[in-house]
C-alpha cells in the first residue's frame, strides 16, 4: 500500500504537538524513527520533505547551529531548516561517532526507505498517515 503523493492540506489528520513529543519520548520506539517525527514535524513550515530527510547523510546536521542543511528535490534549491534543542539531543544520540553516512537508517544498517518509515508510523499509531506530521506542523506554526 503506498502513502497519497500530495495530500490536501485540509484533509490530513489532526495531530498536535503534544501527541507528537509523545511519540517521539517513547523509548520503547526506534530512535531514528523518533527523531524523523520529530523532525518532519518542526520543519514542518519548510520546504524541506520526507525524502528530502531521509536522503540526508550525517555531515548535512549542524548540531551546534541547530540545523540540516540540505538540498530540496522537488525543487533543487537549497534550504537550511532549524530544529530544536530536544530534537539536537535525540540528534547527538543517533549519530554517536559517525561523521558519514545516512543519517536514518533501518535497524540492518541501510539507508531508512519511505515505506518503512509510513508503515512504522502507521504501526504505531493505529493507522494515522506519517504526512500528518509535516503537515500540522505547518498548521502549528503558523496558528
Not at 495530500?7 to 520506539?29: C, K, N, Y
Not at 520529530?38 to 549542524?62: K, M, Q, S, W, Y
Request: aromatic residues 6%; proline residues 5%; without cysteine.
Amino acid at each position: 500500500m503506498t502513502e497519497p503523493r500530495s495530500p490536501s492540506f485540509t484533509h490530513v489528520p489532526q495531530i498536535g504537538s503534544a501527541e507528537v513529543l509523545d511519540l517521539a519520548f517513547r523509548d520503547d520506539l526506534d530512535l531514528a524513527h523518533r527523531i524523523l517525527w520529530l523532525l518532519l514535524f518542526e520543519l514542518g513550515p519548510t520546504e524541506i520533505r520526507l525524502a528530502d530527510l531521509l536522503a540526508l547523510d550525517v555531515p548535512a546536521v549542524d548540531l551546534d547551529a541547530r540545523a540540516i542543511v540540505t538540498t530540496i528535490s522537488k525543487t533543487g534549491r537549497p534550504v537550511v531548516g532549524k530544529f530544536s534543542d530536544r530534537a539536537a539531543g535525540m540528534l547527538d544520540a543517533l549519530i554517536g561517532a559517525h561523521d558519514n553516512g545516512p543519517l536514518f537508517t533501518s535497524r540492518s544498517g541501510q539507508r531508512l526507505s519511505e515505506v518503512l518509515a509510513f508503515e512504522y508510523f502507521r504501526s504505531v499509531t493505529g493507522g494515522q498517515s506519517l504526512h500528518a506530521l509535516r503537515f500540522n506542523g505547518q498548521r502549528h506554526a503558523t496558528a
